[in-house]
């Protein structure tokens, strides 16, 4: 976005799986996107989206507290993140998974675990779980089973590195709650991309374990409002969100794109594969203004 970046560094990736997870529409995702001062990504999520723009200033936000914690971690401590890892890499196997994934069974006990236990426990969860499916009971507690992967990938020490320069050379910061505290003090020359958990295609699809409180079609009618406030500040948005009719008639006053993404986290096998998704904004965005 100008001179003085920091270059981009390829070894960005996410580093867990995540529903939703954006790899699959990154470039489509991208080239959508304007000029603008400050990046906002209110449900970061894996954060694919933001690791491949990489802008100099942003605020990111999700409401699962153990990812938050994964990010802080990965930004202030990533030797100790990576050195209980390995150790989580050495030890796995089907009753070390159900050992690891029972701490947060006992509040005390779970507690007590250091910032980077926390986060190497979430990484290690999601990378042999089953379909890499991150979901919570009404308890908060982890719930899904072992994946029976041969031989998981665990460590990704390279992109761990590079996240950790990114997040301690560029401006991020790194917010845990409602997204709708992350718009505090936004201003007009931000850009807001929001990708939210999705709208389900039908009730045996519905999938709202990815935090004890859920994301329902009353979340996505407030989701709507907040974008009609910064439509109406003149701030440009980027929603991703699914094929629904409820989600085209709910932003039918913007412009909307039919995108397809293959989807490889899903609770359902049949919910897996190529999938129409939608890609709704409040701006115009012609060839000159992409990136």
């Not at 379909?131 to 009404?138: D, I, K, T, W």
Request: glycine residues 8%.
């Amino acid at each position: 976005m100008g001179e003085g970046m920091r270059e981009k560094d390829a070894a960005m990736a996410p580093v867990v799986k995540w529903a939703g997870g954006k790899r699959q529409l990154l470039e489509t995702i991208l080239e959508r996107i304007p000029e603008y001062g400050t990046y906002y990504e209110p449900f970061v999520g894996g954060g694919a989206v933001l690791f491949g723009l990489q802008p100099e200033k942003a605020v990111i936000n999700d409401s699962n507290g153990e990812l938050i914690n994964l990010y802080r971690v990965i930004k202030e401590q990533p030797g100790e993140l990576l050195a209980c890892l390995k150790e989580h890499q050495e030890k796995n196997s089907r009753d070390y998974f159900y050992e690891i994934r029972a701490l947060d069974r006992d509040l005390e006990q779970f507690a007590s675990l250091s910032p980077a236990r926390r986060a190497a426990r979430m990484v290690y969860l999601n990378k042999t779980c089953y379909n890499g499916l991150f979901r919570v009971n009404r308890a908060g507690e982890f719930n899904t089973p072992w994946g029976r992967y041969k031989n998981p990938s665990i460590v990704n020490e390279e992109a761990i590195r590079a996240i950790s320069r990114y997040l301690n050379e560029a401006r991020v910061l790194i917010l845990c709650g409602d997204y709708r505290e992350s718009f505090k003090g936004i201003r007009k020359d931000a850009f807001v991309y929001l990708d939210p958990p999705y709208m389900p295609l039908s009730a045996s699809s519905s999938f709202t374990g990815y935090t004890a409180a859920g994301f329902g079609r009353q979340e996505q009618i407030e989701l709507k409002r907040q974008c009609d406030l910064l439509n109406r500040r003149g701030i440009r948005f980027l929603l991703s969100n699914s094929c629904s009719p409820f989600i085209e008639d709910l932003y039918k006053e913007y412009r909307i794109e039919r995108v397809s993404a293959r989807r490889a986290v899903n609770a359902r096998g049949d919910g897996r594969g190529a999938v129409q998704e939608l890609l709704i904004r409040n701006y115009d965005c012609p060839a000159s203004q992409r990136l």
